[in-house]
């Protein structure tokens, strides 16, 4: 019971909101789980790769999260199934392993903790990602510039009065 509800949760979520931009598997992406997601993609860059792996991924992980977040504010619907962009390739294989997650084929991973986390980072990743060619002065030859940025807003803590008792 303890590894079914979180992924009752996380397929009745896809399926209930009629709004979503993005599907997959014809179960459309709620908010919240385009968050997680995001939040997966975050916490694999910044903890889940060796050091020269993530240096390479980071860039990626940036692009994928900018990429969700326009396909998710557009009016077109995205079918992940149809589309062969890196981006969309990503997104795919993030859920699938959220849900793999979820059905425990992880044993060492919390489903519910996991999901509570790549959540939570979700909303607070900021991920900028722009491309832009320039021609090298000493060769001539046109190059690309990658900007990009990954990283978090700072967590809201709530404010709590400290009340002295005598």
């Known amino acids: ?13 896809i399926s209930s909101i ?6 997959y598997n014809n179960k459309q992406l709620a908010e919240v789980q385009a968050e997680t997601v995001k939040g997966f993609l975050y916490d694999l860059a910044q903890n889940g790769l060796q050091k020269e792996v993530a240096l390479i991924w980071k860039p990626k992980v ?5 990429w969700l977040n326009r396909v998710m504010a557009s009016k077109k619907v995205f079918r992940l199934e149809t589309l062969k962009n890196d981006e969309a390739l990503v997104v795919k294989d993030s859920i699938d392993a959220i849900i793999d997650v979820i059905k425990g084929k992880y044993p060492n991973v919390s489903a519910g903790a996991a999901l509570t986390r790549w959540t939570s980072l979700g909303r ?6 722009k491309e ?3 021609k090298d002065p000493k060769t001539g030859k046109n190059k690309k510039i990658v900007y990009w940025k ?17």
């Open 1 to 13: 019971m303890k590894k079914t509800l979180p992924a009752i949760i996380f397929f009745s979520l």
């Open 18 to 23: 009629a709004y979503a931009k993005v599907s």
């Open 62 to 66: 940036a692009k994928t999260i900018v």
């Open 124 to 129: 607070r990743v900021i991920a900028e990602y």
């Open 132 to 134: 832009k060619d320039v």
């Open 150 to 166: 990954l990283k978090l807003k700072k967590e809201k803590r709530s404010k709590q009065k400290i009340i002295k008792t005598f």
